[in-house]
Nanobody
Framework: QVRLVESGGGLVQAGDSLRLSCAAS????????MAWFRQAPGKEREFVVR????????DYADSVKGRFTISRDNAKNTVYLQMNALKPDDTAIYYC?????????????????WGQGTQVTVSS
């Protein structure tokens, strides 16, 4: 079992930056690939980015490529999402996700563990 707790969300203006954190507990963090998903009002939850257990091979959705950066610190059991050049379309609840297999982190149906989410609101 893995418990995931997100933090760092908030209200920012377009063009600003924000860094989200996801702290994991309950199991060995380095055994899990990690990802971020988001869900905008009235829309389905969608994939944003994933990262391998070692921290390599990040894989981004086209909508955030070049603006968002995922990283992880296995010593701190934490994964981060640095979000730059934020747009109003980035407004959503951001969820941290974990699975033992990175391949399971592309679809919401195959993710093994979810955090509770953190709200990000970008005003124009």
């Amino acid at each position: 079992q893995v418990r995931l707790v997100e933090s760092g969300g908030g209200l920012v203006q377009a063009g600003d930056s924000l860094r989200l954190s996801c702290a994991a507990s309950g199991s060995t963090f380095r055994y899990y690939a990690m990802a971020w998903f988001r869900q905008a009002p009235g829309k389905e939850r969608e994939f944003v980015v994933r990262i391998s257990r070692s921290g390599g091979s990040p894989d981004y959705a086209d909508s955030v490529k070049g603006r968002f950066t995922i990283s992880r610190d296995n010593a701190k059991n934490t994964v981060y999402l640095q979000m730059n050049a934020l747009k109003p379309d980035d407004t959503a609840i951001y969820y941290c996700a974990a699975s033992a297999q990175m391949s399971r982190l592309l679809s919401i149906r195959s993710v093994d563990y979810w955090g509770q989410g953190t709200q990000v609101t970008v005003s124009s």
